[in-house]
């Protein structure tokens, strides 16, 4: 018996829809997408529906036949309707992508125009069940994750998918029985495209084993769809205490922690953090977080990668430290020529004799043994600091080592130098000869401030 699709459908849009909402469809004129435009004219969610055409160019004159045939139905129907007409394989060829690929960027890019241009809450697609299976079969011979296996998703951020648990053949009952008409596209009978391969070849050889292969695949993808959501829910709780944000795009990770985490948890935690910083123009692949955790576990005390053109790892000691924008290192010279407050774009400095507000801010030295200006600047190569005890300087780069100050860190530490003499280095308690204990009679307190320093300090324990 012929389930009644639409007290279905409206079962499925009530979950993220509301009466007269906004929505764009894509329809290609084919009878998944003819169904889905039926249906919705006639959901008592009255619907204002803008009908979106993307002419891939791929069939000359066919494919503006098929354009024509859904204007003409909207124009009948009084439904708005917007169309993109774009040469798919000139596409394809300069980007050196697939037809498939180019062809579900582009799409998308104009499905997404409209819907702004609309103010439209959902975009509506028209994949049904079997297209799931197909695309769970795609990725499984590629290779891919739990989360990929999960494939489609009914709703998926701007789109909506309200005929995934429909079949095929569903659809063309409907289509057949409501004497609804719609085009057929040559394209989809092409074996040059996977998924036309994987459906025309080996979903029948797969169907002699299981005559009820798109149920089981189906019931299957909804089994791991419930995995990876607990996976999320676990995953959620580690972030928080594993990831510490030192700016918006700076964070730092104790490695020890990671690694006291099961493998999985590990590549978890990376995949489903980077995943949303790079967001969803970009890509991380496992492969990405396989790279980090080689970084993790050489020998090496230090090294670095870029995952992106805008996201680099850097490995310091027992530390991860995650750019996710890359800015040029800035150099930064500050000349203090007396007491008082000293600022540039990161740092507040203060220098003062007496009448502090807080004494627990300031570190005390020996006025005596020094004088203004003192310049505030970064490291750089060669530098050389005396030492209490020490009769010889001591190179800035061994008292790092020595303090194990992971690299990322240390171009960003303010050093202080007076009389080209460097007396102290901001985060690190180095035995300088200038430095007191306490405040005393002759001395100067220097305090400084920068939050995204200070908190990059406290996270590795400087």
């Not at 993220?16 to 039926?38: E, F, P, Q, R, T």
């Not at 909207?74 to 007409?85: A, D, W």
């Not at 600091?385 to 010889?392: D, F, H, P, W």
């Not at 300088?432 to 939050?451: A, F, Y």
């Amino acid at each position: 018996m012929r389930r009644n699709l639409l007290p279905s459908l409206n079962s499925e849009l009530g979950k993220y829809l509301k009466k007269k909402d906004k929505i764009v469809i894509g329809v290609s004129g084919g009878g998944d997408s003819m169904a889905l435009l039926h249906l919705l004219i006639r959901s008592p969610l009255n619907l204002s529906i803008s009908v979106c055409h993307f002419n891939h160019c791929l069939r000359g004159a066919e494919s503006d036949k098929d354009e024509k045939f859904v204007e003409d139905l909207c124009n009948k129907k009084k439904i708005p309707f917007y169309v993109k007409k774009f040469d798919i394989s000139k596409a394809s060829v300069y980007l050196k992508k697939g037809v498939e690929e180019t062809s579900r960027l582009f799409r998308r890019k104009f499905l997404k125009k409209i819907q702004e241009e609309t103010k439209s809450k959902k975009i509506l697609l028209a994949h049904h069940s079997n297209d799931q299976v197909e695309t769970f079969f795609m990725r499984l011979l590629r290779g891919s994750s739990l989360k990929g296996l999960q494939s489609m998703k009914i709703d998926e951020g701007l789109y909506l998918r309200p005929l995934l648990h429909v079949s095929k053949s569903e659809i063309t009952e409907f289509l057949v029985s409501e004497n609804i008409q719609w085009v057929e596209d040559e394209t989809n009978t092409w074996d040059r495209y996977t998924r036309n391969d994987i459906r025309k070849n080996l979903i029948p050889i797969l169907e002699k084993f299981n005559p009820n292969l798109n149920s089981t695949i189906s019931n299957t993808i909804k089994l791991i769809g419930k995995q990876n959501s607990y996976i999320e829910s676990h995953i959620e709780t580690i972030e928080p205490s594993l990831i510490k944000e030192v700016s918006e795009h700076e964070f730092v990770i104790l490695i020890d922690s990671l690694l006291a985490l099961s493998e999985f948890e590990a590549e978890e935690v990376l995949f489903k953090f980077l995943s949303k910083k790079i967001g969803p123009r970009g890509f991380i692949g496992y492969k990405n977080i396989n790279s980090i955790i080689k970084l993790i576990n050489s020998s090496s005390a230090s090294g670095e990668l870029f995952l992106t053109g805008n996201i680099k790892v850097e490995k310091g000691y027992n530390f991860l430290f995650i750019k996710t924008k890359i800015s040029a290192d800035t150099n930064f010279n500050l000349n203090i020529s007396s007491e008082g407050k000293w600022e540039n774009e990161d740092l507040e400095i203060k220098v003062q004799k007496d009448n502090f507000e807080n004494r627990n801010e300031y570190i005390f030295f020996d006025l005596s043994k020094m004088k203004f200006p003192i310049n505030v600047r970064n490291f750089q190569d060669g530098d050389r600091m005396k030492l209490k005890g020490m009769k010889s300087s001591k190179k800035l780069q061994d008292i790092f080592i020595d303090n194990k100050i992971p690299r990322f860190i240390r171009a960003r530490l303010p050093i202080f130098e007076s009389e080209g003499g460097i007396f102290h280095i901001h985060g690190i308690n180095v035995n300088s000869p200038l430095r007191l204990k306490k405040h005393q009679e002759n001395s100067i307190g220097i305090s400084v401030k920068s939050e995204n320093l200070d908190k990059l300090i406290r996270n590795i324990n400087c």
